[in-house]
């Protein structure tokens, strides 16, 4: 398997214009989590989704940002509008749990570095 | 959710062991202890995780106290590529969901 997958890997937009993020997590894995790194704030995680359902989106910034996983092997993660203050790295990962009681490793994409200017 | 507290930075010498611990006195039963690393410019990786029991991988070792109150990795032989961001993370696995949250984290760095 080639990994989660980020798409693009840079993004510079203007202020004001709609961003989308892409993620495409490991073939198999049933959740999927939404990061930002910032160097004031660290690793924030943003939103996470099981079996497709977002789970917990109360790390979501505010209404500009909304996550979508319309199926298995694909998420977005929209900007609209987008500001500068969301310049940042946004991170993708997956993981597989295969049951209660039991605990997997969670796989990083290489990020998405995104300028609003 | 349970946090984690770990020092801001630590230094080591190349080929010396690094200990890097973790207090997390707010733990549950449930409560998986994960260690991630960061190198720059990358994603975050996967280090190493237990629940009560000392574990061993190829790339670290993993020291939980008989409390699970605090826990330690060690990195047995340092090397410059081990120069990374190390999160210690609680992860709890339930119905309702899977939580990865991470913290501050604390900066290595190696010296040759």
């Known amino acids: 398997d080639a990994g989660v997958i980020q798409s693009p890997r840079h993004e510079v937009t203007e202020m004001g214009q709609e961003v989308t993020l892409r993620c495409k997590p490991i073939?198999?894995?049933?959740?999927l989590f939404w990061y930002r790194q910032t160097m004031m704030r660290g690793l924030e995680l943003l939103i996470y989704?099981?079996?497709?359902?977002?789970?917990?989106d109360s790390g979501m910034p505010e209404d500009r940002f909304s996550a979508k996983m319309p199926n298995a092997s694909f998420s977005t993660l929209k900007i609209q509008p987008s500001e500068p203050r969301d310049s940042a790295v946004y991170f993708c990962?997956?993981?597989?749990?295969?049951?209660?009681?039991?605990?997997?490793?969670?796989?990083f994409g290489q990020g998405t570095r995104l300028t609003v200017v | 959710d349970a946090k984690t507290t770990q020092p801001n930075s630590m230094e080591s010498n190349e080929e010396e062991p690094v200990h890097l611990p973790c207090n997390h006195s707010?733990?549950?039963?449930?409560?998986?202890i994960h260690w991630y690393r960061q190198l720059p410019s990358q994603g975050p990786e996967y280090v190493i995780h237990?629940?009560?029991s000392n574990v061993n991988n190829r790339m670290a070792s993993l020291a939980i106290a008989e409390d699970r109150k605090s826990s330690t990795l060690i990195l047995h032989r340092a090397t410059l590529r081990d120069a990374a961001v190390y999160y210690c993370?609680?992860?709890?696995?339930?119905?309702?969901?899977?939580?990865?949250?991470f913290g501050g984290g604390t900066r290595v760095l190696v010296k040759p």
């Open positions: 237990g629940l009560t």
């Open positions: 990962a997956s993981s597989f749990s295969p049951g209660t009681g039991t605990n997997t490793e969670a796989f």
């Open positions: 073939s198999g894995h049933d959740y």
């Open positions: 993370i609680l992860r709890v696995f339930k119905a309702a969901g899977n939580k990865l949250t």
């Open positions: 707010t733990i549950s039963g449930t409560d998986y």
């Open positions: 989704f099981n079996n497709n359902v977002p789970i917990d």
